[in-house]
């Protein structure tokens, strides 16, 4: 059975400013097949964030429909999981507490939760950490954290929004093989926001490039390629896109 279907059909986002409705997105149409990854790329302030707020039910679109599986998106449910660059974790809890916490609405036997939530710390490579408090880890180890206590779930769709924007360069590295294994593994439904187009390129099977606010998609591309991915390895199909996507996010550089 095939799950996640998402069709975002020709929505519009407003919000009441202080001089009146300011339009956040622009009408968008985007339709993500069932355990696809798509990355969203676009300039600060285009409605990325917007979109995904959108797609898991935390904002309600002016016009048009968002379903998921045929089924309109009224609100946040389990279905959808959500990644934001800031972990969201509890700093009272343990990275187990955390997971434990997030899964709790399933209503499992205590039993049952405490094993799931520790598969999904052992997933992600922190098993031996299960018992320390945020404070205690790194930042790649709380969005492990994070991403162990989204996917836990089980959900049909994940929206990450820039969910490695805040680690160094290292981290992410290691963050990408772990987020592909994982995904790869569950088999959700990806939209990936973010405003690295090195990191779009690496990770997505798609990536659409969204305009100047008020944004809307204005390329859509497909990258049928195999992973794990290297740029200098997949030059040939990657810079090419890589330079069209720089040139349409900063028009004014590729001008002569
Ligand atoms: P991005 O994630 O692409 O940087 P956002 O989706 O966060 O952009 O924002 C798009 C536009 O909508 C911006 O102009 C932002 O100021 C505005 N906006 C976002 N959320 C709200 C809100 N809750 N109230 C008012 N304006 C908002
Ligand atoms: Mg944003």
Redesign the pocket.
């Known amino acids: 059975m095939s799950q996640g279907h998402v069709r975002v059909d020709d929505i519009s ?1 407003r ?3 202080k001089q009146g409705p ?4 622009a009408p968008t149409t985007l339709h993500l097949a069932p355990g696809s990854f798509t990355a969203l790329i ?12 959108a797609i898991a039910g935390f ?1 309600r679109p002016a016009s048009g429909a968002i379903t998921l599986d045929g089924r309109e998106i009224t609100g946040p449910s389990a279905d959808v999981g959500v990644i934001f660059q800031q972990y969201a974790l509890f700093p009272w809890f343990t990275a187990l507490g955390n997971v434990t916490f997030g899964l709790k609405r399933l209503g499992l036997p205590k039993a049952e939760l405490h094993e799931r939530a520790m598969a999904a710390l052992a997933e992600v490579g922190l098993a031996q950490h299960a018992r320390k408090y945020p404070q205690e880890l790194s930042g790649g180890m709380k969005q492990r954290v994070a991403i162990a206590r989204t996917f836990a779930f089980g959900p049909k769709v994940m929206m990450m ?1 820039e969910p490695f924007g805040a680690l160094d360069a290292q981290t992410r590295v290691v963050m990408h093989d772990l987020l592909i294994d994982i995904w790869q593994k569950h088999r959700a439904t990806v939209l990936f ?1 973010t405003h690295d187009v090195d990191e779009a390129l690496l990770l997505a099977d798609r990536i659409c490039v ?1 305009s100047q ?3 809307r998609i204005i390329r859509d591309y497909r990258l049928d390629l195999p992973r794990p991915r290297s740029l200098r390895a997949q030059a040939e199909v990657l810079l090419p896109i890589r330079e069209e996507i720089i040139s349409l996010l900063h028009p004014s550089h590729s001008k002569p």
């Open positions: 986002i919000f009441k400013g300011v339009t956040a997105l676009g300039p600060s302030g285009c409605g990325k964030s917007t979109l995904m707020n904002v929004d926001v969204m606010a008020p944004g």
